[in-house]
């Protein structure tokens, strides 16, 4: 291309040499001026540019070699003038229109082969080879997002997309203009219309592609995705790129529930829980539950050095094995056992010697526990304090209990045994300390009464609760109910059209949990924190979420599908709390995680208490047994420093 450029550029300027083009010297020049001309190109990056992901900068740098080579060409005719002779027919002219000629006829063939794929000519081409049809997709989002997704799905190899419209969420966007040729078809706030209107003039449009965080941005989010689905369009979101390589690809999230909901995702610390969870031996009770096999296979991405799952449920492990990677395998233990079933779990956790132990097994059916309320005790209570005081007198680093708002005030069976367990766990971080290994509550089960131990053995176990609302879409939530239900055909079924829930996506919750076992890792003194509380936004009316999810199967709800409100069942109350009254909520450096500092029941009362517990449940007292849990509220001889309580009696509980 250059030595084209310079034959044309002296033949536009009408120069006459004074020298033969190919004699010796005219050869000479050219090899010079080849030589040079590669050497600068390569400097400037020209040979390294793959040509179909060109952009402003890449021509940018054809103008840089062009202008140099221009110049030191020019610096090179004049040195020849000075030190030997001048070369008739050649000035200044000349050299600025090979600058011209050069800059034009490099860059044009690239530009040209950008615009070839760029076009539709291209997908036409493809198409004529034999290629699957390349979807049509539309965009939501802001025009910079748009520009990437345009350039990035028209360098595809092979096509899967094409963006045919893009609806921007600026609202002082330019309507009528184009990105990249592509129309901006619609702004805010008439996005919804304007779907419409598109869904149903056309048959083509197969794909609605959401920006990054716009679930954030607009109030019609849920709206959008009710008219993609109910017209058969496939609806994902805009999450990033993939590593380019060579090709470069678009990393697309379909869009689920919890997103629809507007639960705005927290940006995990990856590398923070990564260095705390890195290497360590990770066990996890209820490991096959809904929050359990998400700890566990987050644990083992996170490189932890081996994890072990103890269940109970044969069917739960059996379904947590089918999840878990290939690479994954060797590292992932997996044992039926209750928690309950002191001797084995001691086994387990003394082979095993785990790092850090979560403890997330636990009954959690509301109107189930009611009645069943033995079973509640059984493996809130004496399941969490088994697994305490194994892990104390195995010298466990970090014992962290998986709590509930349903502890704050409890009005149900699963409120008060979640409030014991997260009593008997603030209290043994109080005194850092365990019962020596006389295992008293197994003594009580099996119908002694030992009295209270005489010593305390100290542990450097540090024991902390993590307590947080609703896990969205986790075995038996509504969202799982609702889905069944819809499936069914209805009716959707809701308690009381005044009821609010938290909601937190399981993926969230578990590295928040995890922040939240790192942070206490590091705390000591004044500033340590028995009880962490994640911050789960504003209360969702579960209203609100049975008629989303009806409008996102492309139904209408009270219309295709009736809603039947039941009233409310014993134990269930209107609203959750995430902290009590007398609760203390400290703010963290950590986002959307806080410390609590609340009254604790000495360890000593809790100890009295177990014979009186575990008497009631021998007679089948229900009354008896709420009374004795209702004991584990702290009084005001508990309080000290850390703030007040009010404990509750037994007929407010139940």
Known sequence: MVLVAVALSLILSQSRLSFAAFSPGGLAC?????????????SCGLYNTVWRFASTPDFFNILKGCGSLTVVLYLASLAFRFFFQPVAGLNERQFIVFFLVSFTIISAPRLYYRFLRDGASWRILRRATGDAPVKQALFIGRLSEADVIVRFTRTAV??????????????DAPLGTRIQGVPVVALRPRLVEVLEDYVNGTESLDL????KGVEREIEDYAELVRVARHSGIAVVQFSGLSELGQGGRLVLDAVEMETIMRRSAVATDTARIGAFVGGK???????????????????????????????????????????????????????????????HMMRLVSEFKPSILFHAAALKHVPLLEENWEAAIETNVFGTLACAEIAAECGVPQFLLISSDKAVDPTSVLGVTKRAAEQ??????????????????????????????????RSGTKFIAVRFGNVFGSNGSV???????????????????????Y??????AVDLVIMSAADAEQRQGKDDYAIYMLDMGQPVPILEVAETMIRMTGKSPYTDIPIRFTGIRPGEKLHEMLHGENEEVVKLDIAKIFGLRSAVVQWPRIEAALPALVAAMHDRDRAAALAVL?????????????GQAVPKTAGQIG
């Not at 001026?33 to 390569?42: E, G, K, N, W």
């Not at 609605?208 to 920006?211: A, E, N, P, Q």
């Not at 799982?480 to 009821?499: K, N, S």
């Open 30 to 42: 050219w090899a010079v001026i080849v030589l040079i001309a590669h050497l600068l190109f390569r």
């Open 158 to 171: 092979p096509a899967e997309y094409a963006i045919a419209g893009i609806m921007a969420t600026e609202m």
């Open 208 to 211: 609605l592609i959401f920006g």
């Open 281 to 343: 031996r990770v066990m996890v009770t209820g490991g096959a539950g809904s929050i359990g096999r998400v700890l566990v296979k987050r644990a083992l991405e996170l490189g932890a050095e081996a994890v072990l799952v103890a269940d109970n449920s044969e069917f739960g492990i059996f379904q947590l094995d089918q999840l878990i990677d290939d690479h994954y395998r060797d590292r992932l233990t997996s044992r039926i056992v209750d928690v309950t079933d002191r001797p």
């Open 424 to 457: 008997i766990v603030s209290s043994l971080h109080e005194t850092h300390a365990a019962p020596s290994p006389l295992h008293a509550a197994n003594g009580h089960r099996a119908g002694a009464h030992h009295s209270h131990h005489e010593g305390v053995h």
């Open 479 to 501: 969202a799982t109910i609702f889905q069944a239900q819809i499936e069914a055909g209805g009716p959707v079924t809701i308690t009381d059209r005044r009821m609010t829930r």
């Open 503 to 508: 909601f937190m996506t399981v993926a969230e």
């Open 630 to 642: 209702a004991g584990f509220n702290p009084i005001e001889e508990d309080i000290g420093a850390r």
